[in-house]
């Protein structure tokens, strides 16, 4: 008996997934046919991929998690097989983001490459930073765009750019009229920012802290848009990135503090398994990143 591609396919999905179920109902194939490819490849390999304990969930053993790596890049390679007859890319890109950069940069970039390769789809998932890191251990997607990281095993981490974060308030805020400030200035102003366990939220009171102590927050959210939305309407100073408000800065609806010292930027990176090869579109969507940095 060898092994078969739709073997290697059942295994992947079940790997991924987590569930015989999910595999087959993703492949559009019984739930049986599914348990008999898994267990044709494991008579085959002779050794265990999956172990099954009464009353838990389908868990993959060392071994198979060693392999899952090597399957996926087979079956990519069969599918850029599969398509380069085609010539130009093609297919659905599914790339996973943090919210900020999901917000701002990354839409224009995903129509961009699109209106480059036509027949290319492009969906977005934005999640936070750990549940992305696993995602990417488990081969749910391949490619993903994180605010800077430590590095964490089995994850290339490529840093991409720079982004800026900028204090604004609402045109009509008191502190708006003024010139020249000082972070003593913003003592007892009210805040908007993201939620506390943000490590932008966190890097910003620690920054703050020895000049103007704790900061009084008046809103919070786990949203940037919502906070975006909150210093609008005037309910305190924010702390966001410029590419999220500078349509708002253009016309009139923040302005932006001068404050002396103040310098606020972090590296956004591109997060990739390490230990797969990436498939033909993937790749070309990478290279498009770093040409628009």
Request: net charge negative; proline share 3%.
């Amino acid at each position: 008996m060898k092994i078969s591609i739709r073997q290697l396919q059942v295994f992947d999905a079940v790997a991924t997934l987590g569930s015989v179920t999910a595999a087959a109902a993703k492949l559009n194939v019984s739930q049986s046919a599914a348990s008999t490819a898994i267990s044709d490849l494991q008579i085959v390999l002779g050794r265990q991929l999956f172990a099954h304990a009464k009353g838990r969930p389908l868990q993959i053993t060392d071994e198979g998690r060693r392999l899952h790596p090597m399957v996926r890049s087979v079956l990519g390679e069969l599918e850029d097989i599969e398509r380069d007859g085609q010539g130009e890319l093609s297919g659905q890109l599914v790339i996973g983001a943090t919210a900020t950069i999901a917000e701002t940069e990354l839409p224009r970039l995903c129509v961009e490459f699109m209106r480059r390769h036509p027949k290319v789809q492009i969906r977005v998932e934005s999640e936070s930073t750990l549940t992305l890191f696993e995602r990417l251990g488990r081969f749910e997607i391949e490619t993903a765009l994180i605010e800077n990281f430590p590095n964490v095993p089995g994850i290339e981490l490529t840093r991409w750019k720079t982004d800026e974060l900028v204090l604004v308030v609402s045109a009509d805020h008191p502190l708006a009229r003024r010139g020249p400030l000082q972070i003593a200035d913003l003592k007892d102003a009210h805040w908007c920012l993201r939620e506390a366990n943000s490590s932008e939220t966190a890097r910003l009171r620690y920054y703050m802290h020895e000049e103007i102590g704790q900061l009084p927050v008046a809103f919070e959210s786990t949203s940037n848009w919502a906070v975006r939305h909150a210093v609008i309407a005037g309910g305190g100073i924010g702390c966001l990135s410029r590419a999220l408000v500078q349509f708002d800065l253009d016309n009139g609806r923040l302005a932006q503090l001068d404050v002396a010292g103040f310098s606020y930027t972090r590296a956004f990176s591109l997060a990739r398994p390490s230990s797969i090869r990436r498939s033909r579109l993937v790749a070309a969507f990478d290279h498009f990143l770093f040409e628009h940095e």
